[in-house]
């Protein structure tokens, strides 16, 4: 938000969870070979209409013949290729426009093992189990992986009924109800943060539902990052010193996150980096200041946004490669509460 059109936003938003889904008989013939039948043969039933598609497989309803409902994932065929091709790609792409060519690659190697991570589906079948140990509760929900029903390819879980957050708000409920369920949001990020050990990282209106009876629903456990601790700590430490507004601090922290290079009071380019970061810390800071915050309002989103238009930055990354996803989860955050 902020650098691209509100209108492709919000069209790129809903294909996080409604891009076109594949054909049935693909659907039948992927289940049979990773199952071992058809889908009349394995489940009690199975809606051959998927309920949900994005970047690398859709979801079908279902039933197990023992009456549990289920959500059943399905890759697309020759995911992993086409990340392969599509990350080299980028990569010659990106390597056109950018000064440091090193940096760039620590940046793309992170994103292309993330995505890659994403295609086994055994691995994100024990992110599910561990999530579902550590977080749901009477507030919080997130499935059960069906481990006998899973393989790389094909995830089975438990199915949750809710809404997604565009329909939710279709729905006009009142601001206690939006409050409520902004605060779980908020909850739920933070005590990952201070459990400080796997961390959800697909913020997206698509991984999250609001459930009939007032749950927040957490879904997609594909994205999970364990951020290392040097990382992790000093990343934690940017918003104190932000609300504090210790600059000497502040200077110290992004020399160590490689936000800087050299010293910004003499070289004009590092403080131009400087300001701006600074500035921006202090605006993403703003909502720890008090006990309550609106991020209903419209000038903090502007706000924002302005930051993404005007980044001083030129072709050289800037960085730890380590914020490439905690700022996907943290601004994620943001933007699904504004």
């Given at each position: 938000q902020g650098l691209l059109p509100?209108?492709?936003?919000?069209?790129?938003?809903?294909?996080?969870?409604?891009?076109?889904?594949?054909?049935?008989?693909?659907?039948?013939?992927?289940?049979?070979?990773?199952?071992?039948?058809?889908?009349?043969?394995?489940?009690?039933?199975?809606?051959?209409?998927?309920?949900?598609?994005?970047?690398?497989?859709?979801?079908?309803?279902?039933?197990?013949?023992?009456?549990?409902?289920?959500?059943?994932?399905?890759?697309?065929?020759?995911?992993?290729?086409?990340?392969?091709?599509?990350?080299?790609?980028?990569?010659?792409?990106?390597?056109?426009?950018?000064?440091?060519?090193?940096?760039?690659?620590?940046?793309?190697e992170e994103v292309k093992s993330t995505l890659l991570e994403e295609t086994d589906y055994t691995k994100e079948g024990e992110h599910i189990q561990r999530f579902h140990e550590r977080f749901s509760n009477h507030d919080v929900i997130t499935p059960e992986w069906i481990e006998e029903y899973s393989t790389e390819q094909v995830l089975t879980m438990t199915f949750i009924e809710g809404v997604h957050l565009k329909e939710f708000l279709e729905q006009d409920p009142e601001d206690e109800e939006r409050d409520r369920f902004g605060q779980l949001l908020w909850d739920f990020f933070h005590r990952q943060i201070e459990e400080r050990d796997e961390v959800h990282a697909d913020t997206h209106p698509g991984n999250f539902l609001f459930t009939p009876d007032g749950k927040l629903g957490v879904l997609d456990f594909g994205c999970v990052k364990k951020f290392p601790e040097s990382f992790f700590m000093n990343y934690l430490r940017l918003l104190p010193v932000h609300l504090g507004r210790n600059e000497e601090k502040i200077k110290q922290l992004y020399f160590k996150l490689d936000v800087l290079r050299k010293d910004p009071e003499t070289h004009k380019k590092e403080n131009e980096i400087y300001e701006f970061c600074k500035n921006y810390g202090y605006t993403f800071a703003l909502p720890y200041v008090e006990d309550r915050f609106d991020f209903g309002d419209p000038e903090y989103r502007e706000l924002i946004a302005g930051y993404t238009r005007n980044a001083p930055f030129t072709n050289e990354p800037r960085g730890s490669k380590h914020f490439i996803y905690t700022t996907r989860v943290h601004l994620g955050l943001y933007h699904l509460l504004m």
């Open positions: 509100s209108e492709f936003s919000e069209v790129m938003t809903q294909a996080q969870y409604n891009a076109p889904p594949i054909n049935r008989s693909l659907v039948r013939s992927i289940i049979r070979r990773e199952l071992g039948g058809y889908p009349e043969q394995v489940f009690k039933s199975f809606d051959s209409e998927a309920m949900a598609a994005a970047s690398i497989g859709q979801v079908h309803r279902a039933v197990l013949k023992d009456g549990r409902k289920v959500a059943v994932k399905i890759q697309y065929p020759g995911v992993r290729d086409t990340i392969a091709s599509d990350v080299a790609l980028a990569r010659s792409l990106f390597k056109q426009i950018v000064s440091n060519g090193f940096k760039l690659d620590e940046y793309i």
